[in-house]
Nanobody, 127 residues
Framework: QVQLVESGGELVQAGGSLRLSCAASGRTFSSYPMGWFRQAPGKEREFVATISWSGGNINYADSVKGRFTISRDNAKNTVLLQMNSLKPEDTAVYYC????????????????????WGQGTQVTVSS
């Protein structure tokens, strides 16, 4: 059974930093893209960042470019999201996602590109 488990979300002040982690189990995702999405109250889920299977192709939402960094450790079957200079508008539940598009080269920026999802971790940024 495939599981994605996020951790690292918490309450932080504006301007602070957090690192989210997503641990995958049940299968290895070293040959597949992984991504992060977020959903704020009353809003639709939105793309945050994606990383290709090799780590060589990375894409970010414009709203987080220059502040967030996605990375992966295929040996540990994990993906990380380093979030710096956090803003109140970053407040949301953050979801990790994994795709089954084997060695996909095109960026996976849509939720429809992903096959597995974690349960989410809450990030709250106070002003």
């Amino acid at each position: 059974q495939v599981q994605l488990v996020e951790s690292g979300g918490e309450l932080v002040q504006a301007g602070g930093s957090l690192r989210l982690s997503c641990a995958a189990s049940g299968r290895t995702f070293s040959s597949y893209p992984m991504g992060w999405f977020r959903q704020a109250p009353g809003k639709e889920r939105e793309f945050v960042a994606t990383i290709s299977w090799s780590g060589g192709n990375i894409n970010y939402a414009d709203s987080v470019k220059g502040r967030f960094t996605i990375s992966r450790d295929n040996a540990k079957n994990t993906v990380l999201l380093q979030m710096n200079s956090l803003k109140p508008e970053d407040t949301a539940v953050y979801y990790c996602a994994a795709s089954l598009s084997w060695r996909r080269s095109a960026p996976a920026t849509s939720s429809y590109d992903y096959d597995y999802w974690g349960q989410g971790t809450q990030v709250t940024v106070s002003s």
